[in-house]
């Protein structure tokens, strides 16, 4: 093998020395990255297989390019497709922010009308969808059931697996987008025992969502402004979040060239999970817990301790405050302006001003992020804790369609398909059950 420290070593680039052997290997640098495909030269001998990275949970292994999402995690930067996350929640709806990740960019009036009007045009799924739901047992919970049936949707629509004619692609995500909030409704309303609520398209996208969700025998259920325009933050905010274990499912699954539907029904049973979605849960739990003020020192000093867990604290990616935080903060207030004030958020107000006081979590960079109020803000809108999931589906919905969309126009992708360490026997002999079983 030729030693490559001869050739001339361009400014961007890792030099490797293997030390087994003594080899030098320049592999170039792009965008802070070097390819995992370059590391295959470097070989102990020519017969042994080349050097590979070992990475689990993909924590420092960049997967694909991507212009849907930005994030800075030491800085606290959220930015969907270049547009900082504080803007797109304080000025923008949700409908045009999908619009924003699906294509890139923001939306001309008519552009937007058309959007709106397709999206409100397809909110009605097939009669059969309604059978296939009343299915289930009456205590199925509302992810698994929000799964199922999106996932059922591909065989409602075969012509989805073309995937490679964009107005095909158009016409999916525009459904999947319109048809989540009925669907997850549904599995809402079959839970409690209650007749689905059809679509009501003369409301908003939030508003309507409302109205499939508690709609009883009023003519027409009117939704409070301030709450519909709460939850329609609340799904700008879960919109995208990059590379996050949903996303990662959807791209993963995607990479087959199987339909959009079934994509998505992977990301959504990644996102069922509860070290992804279910975290907002298991704060409550925890401010339930705790109970009082009063009791907080007590708790505080059993995180130190190592005996309790600070739930909705820190994160993966933010080593600064999730900006997603600060935003559902101050939607509190609103919510809670209509609903009345969650108890538990006095405790949780008291929770965050000790944890950015404490040298304890300062030091740890344990700031909180988006799940910390968005539970409370969930359960002051009368959803049980097995629907928050399914609230963070539909408004990360856009987001898994524009990594979706992304993926399968991208040439460099390749069907997944990662490594291994083996770590079992070789060559074992096989023995006849007559011998093994005497």
Same mark, same amino acid.
């Given at each position: 093998?030729?030693?490559?420290?001869?050739?001339?070593?361009?400014?961007?680039?890792?030099?490797?020395?293997?030390?087994?052997?003594?080899?030098?290997?320049?592999?170039?640098?792009?965008?802070?990255?070097?390819?995992?495909?370059?590391?295959?030269?470097?070989?102990?001998?020519?017969?042994?297989?080349?050097?590979?990275?070992?990475?689990?949970?993909?924590?420092?292994?960049?997967?694909?390019?991507?212009?849907?999402?930005?994030?800075?995690?030491?800085?606290?930067?959220? *930015?969907? =497709?270049?547009?900082?996350? /504080?803007? $797109? @929640?304080?000025?923008?709806?949700? +409908?045009?922010?999908?619009?924003?990740?699906?294509?890139?960019?923001?939306?001309?009036?008519?552009?937007?009308?058309?959007?709106?009007?397709?999206?409100?045009?397809?909110?009605?799924?097939?009669?059969?969808?309604?059978?296939?739901?009343?299915?289930?047992?009456?205590?199925?919970?509302?992810?698994?059931?929000?799964?199922?049936?999106?996932?059922?949707?591909?065989?409602?629509?075969?012509?989805?697996?073309?995937?490679?004619?964009?107005?095909?692609?158009?016409?999916?995500?525009?459904?999947?987008?319109?048809?989540?909030?009925?669907?997850?409704?549904?599995?809402?309303?079959?839970?409690?025992?209650?007749?689905?609520?059809?679509?009501?398209?003369?409301?908003?996208?939030?508003?309507?969502?409302?109205?499939?969700?508690?709609?009883?025998? *009023?003519? =027409?259920?009117?939704?409070? /402004?301030? $709450? @519909?325009?709460?939850?329609?933050? +609340?799904?700008?905010?879960?919109?995208?979040?990059?590379?996050?274990?949903?996303?990662?499912?959807?791209?993963?699954?995607?990479?087959?060239?199987?339909?959009?539907?079934?994509?998505?029904?992977?990301?959504?049973?990644?996102?069922y999970g509860p070290l992804h979605g279910g975290a907002n849960e298991a704060v409550l739990r925890m401010l339930r817990r705790i109970g009082t003020k009063e009791n907080i020192p007590d708790f505080i000093k059993g995180v130190k301790d190592g005996n309790e867990r600070l739930m909705g604290f820190g994160h993966r990616v933010y080593k600064n405050y999730d900006p997603r935080a600060k935003i559902i903060k101050k939607a509190c207030d609103d919510v809670f302006e209509v609903t009345g004030v969650n108890p538990l958020l006095e405790?949780?107000?008291?929770?965050?001003?000790?944890?950015? *006081?404490?040298?304890?979590?300062?030091?740890?960079? $344990?700031?909180?992020?988006?799940?910390?109020?968005?539970?409370?803000?969930?359960?002051?809108?009368?959803?049980?804790?097995?629907?928050?999931?399914?609230?963070?589906?539909?408004?990360?919905?856009?987001?898994?369609?524009?990594?979706?969309?992304?993926?399968?126009?991208?040439?460099?992708?390749?069907?997944?398909?990662?490594?291994?360490?083996?770590?079992?026997?070789?060559?074992?002999?096989?023995?006849?059950?007559?011998?093994?079983?005497?």
């Open positions: 093998m030729p030693d490559q420290a001869q050739q001339q070593t361009p400014s961007e680039s890792l030099t490797v020395l293997d030390n087994r052997t003594g080899q030098k290997y320049d592999l170039p640098i792009t965008d802070g990255t070097i390819r995992a495909g370059d590391l295959v030269q470097i070989k102990a001998s020519e017969e042994a297989p080349g050097l590979a990275v070992y990475d689990p949970g993909f924590t420092n292994t960049a997967s694909c390019r991507s212009a849907v999402t930005y994030i800075d995690g030491e800085k606290g930067i959220l *930015e969907y =497709r270049g547009y900082p996350i /504080e803007q $797109l @929640a304080e000025k923008s709806t949700f +409908l045009e922010v999908a619009y924003l990740l699906i294509h890139g960019e923001l939306p001309t009036r008519e552009q937007y009308d058309a959007w709106v009007h397709e999206i409100t045009y397809h909110t009605f799924v097939h009669e059969n969808v309604k059978s296939f739901m009343h299915g289930f047992r009456y205590d199925s919970h509302p992810m698994g059931m929000l799964m199922a049936s999106v996932g059922a949707l591909s065989t409602f629509y075969p012509d989805a697996s073309n995937i490679k004619d964009p107005d095909n692609r158009h016409i999916q995500i525009v459904r999947m987008i319109a048809k989540m909030p009925t669907l997850g409704a549904w599995s809402f309303r079959h839970a409690q025992g209650k007749p689905f609520v059809y679509p009501d398209n003369d409301l908003s996208y939030t508003a309507n969502f409302l109205s499939m969700l508690f709609k009883m025998s *009023e003519h =027409r259920f009117e939704a409070d /402004e301030r $709450l @519909a325009k709460a939850l329609d933050v +609340l799904f700008i905010l879960h919109a995208d979040h990059e590379q996050n274990a949903s996303a990662n499912a959807v791209r993963a699954v995607g990479s087959t060239q199987v339909d959009p539907y079934s994509a998505v029904a992977a990301g959504i049973g990644a996102l405790i949780a107000l008291e929770l965050e001003k000790i944890a950015l *006081e404490d040298e304890y979590f300062v030091k740890r960079k $344990l700031y909180p992020n988006v799940d910390f109020y968005s539970g409370l803000i969930y359960e002051a809108l009368s959803f049980p804790p097995e629907m928050f999931t399914v609230l963070f589906a539909i408004g990360r919905t856009p987001g898994w369609l524009a990594q979706w969309s992304e993926l399968v126009q991208d040439k460099e992708q390749k069907i997944a398909r990662p490594k291994q360490i083996y770590t079992g026997a070789h060559q074992l002999d096989f023995t006849a059950r007559e011998e093994r079983w005497a």
